[in-house]
């Protein structure tokens, strides 16, 4: 099965088959000169134990075009659930 998304121009395929969703309870971020690294992580049952199940690196732009995108994402979909409407730009 497979999906197809669009944004700005981009036409973005996505094989739902071999691309799933990995689930996270915890973000470990780090920071130097180069750029941004996110490593998404699961905890292991009720231990202690975490296991990175993805590593995300981007540049400092990008990383702030990230969180306002999220952000603005997030706001958006708070907005549709208080009120019931879709948000129109």
Avoid: C, W
């Avoid at 197809?4 to 470990?28: A, Q, R, W």
């Avoid at 590593?55 to 990230?66: C, D, I, N, V, Y």
């Amino acid at each position: 099965m497979a999906d197809e998304k669009k944004d700005e121009g981009i036409n973005l395929n996505i094989n739902l088959d071999t691309t799933p969703v990995l689930y996270t309870d915890n973000v470990f971020m780090s920071v130097n000169e180069d750029g941004v690294v996110l490593d998404v992580v699961q905890r292991v049952g009720s231990s202690n134990q975490a296991r990175v199940v993805s590593r995300l690196g981007m540049s400092k732009t990008h990383a702030k075009k990230f969180i306002k995108a999220l952000s603005d994402l997030l706001a958006q979909s708070e907005g549709i659930a208080q009120t019931g409407k879709k948000y129109e730009a």
